[in-house]
């Protein structure tokens, strides 16, 4: 063991003997005019040194550039998420454009339908209505017996106006309640 | 040689590689390396209002943005200069080559401006040509690149 009392040639031997290789820049600062085989022993020192250091340079190198590749592949992840996120928020925004239109086209059908039937059922009112008028007047004007026909004729109409207001009503009851909804 | 440096850099590993590409090409036997701006501005208050002055290091390296500390490296570089009594051979290693921080860094007296790459020597070994310009103040501001 190296102890107090060593000189530096003593301890430099002692090192030398057990195969201990000093490292860092300590070495350098050993003074070249050494006995010869401490000489040696510090060149060698300075060599095994310079060899690993040059190869801790280059893994660390390596570490760097792989961590910068990192880096830069985080930045490109985060970037392809939020452009992924943006095209989610598109696909969900056309999509309930979709089932909107979707929507507006069911209710305009359905319109369209209750206009249909609103506009038949009219027809058959007035049609009903005029006719059974006009059958009326002219049984009345050819002086024929208007008993039967003529409760029929007021039977009818009670029933024409009872069928269309709840015809009316049952519209007015429909449009309320899509008006309500949308 | 340069008889002592001091590195303030966030990046521990950048620290291992200076010091690695220091020691292969006989820059320095003393280098010391710090994480935050903040310790280095405290050591050189330090330094020039109570010393020792001697133990101040002879050039300093920055980093541009170092996380992490309360400012970046142009601003202590300004600090250093202006505040605690200029004197020391002054630049930014970084990995960065913009223009206007160039400009900026050369506005507060940074000497040099070293981009930092996967190949640091042959960047030091030119700049430890041109150092005694730096140490005498004759040489110009320059970028290695």
Known sequence: MINGKDTVEE???????????????????????????????????????????????????????????????????????????????????????????????????????????????????????VTTTLLYTTAMLADKDTTILGNAWSNLFGILLTNSFSIIGTIMGVKYATEKNS | MIDSILLVDDEDLFHLVFEDACSLLDMTLSLEALNSSDEADKLFKQWFEEGPIEERPECVFVDLNIIGSSFDGIELIRKINSDYGNGVVIGIISSSDDNQEIEKAKAVGAQFWIIKSDEIEPRLEDFLKDYSGYEKKTAPFKVYK
């Open chain 1, 11 to 129: 301890a430099l031997r002692k090192a030398k003997a057990k195969k201990v290789f000093l490292e860092g820049n300590f070495v350098k600062l050993l003074a070249k005019s050494l006995p010869t085989d401490v000489k040696a022993y510090t060149e060698e020192c300075k060599e095994r040194d310079t060899k690993a250091r040059r190869k801790r340079l280059e893994v660390n190198k390596r570490v760097q550039s792989q961590n910068k590749e990192l880096e830069e592949a985080a930045v490109v992840k985060e970037a392809l998420v939020l452009e992924l996120q943006n095209a989610l928020d598109d696909a969900e925004k056309l999509r309930d454009e979709a089932v909107e239109d979707l929507d507006l086209m069911q209710k305009r059908t359905q319109f369209e339908l209750i206009g249909l039937i609103v506009r038949v059922a009219l027809i058959i009112i007035v049609g009903v209505g």
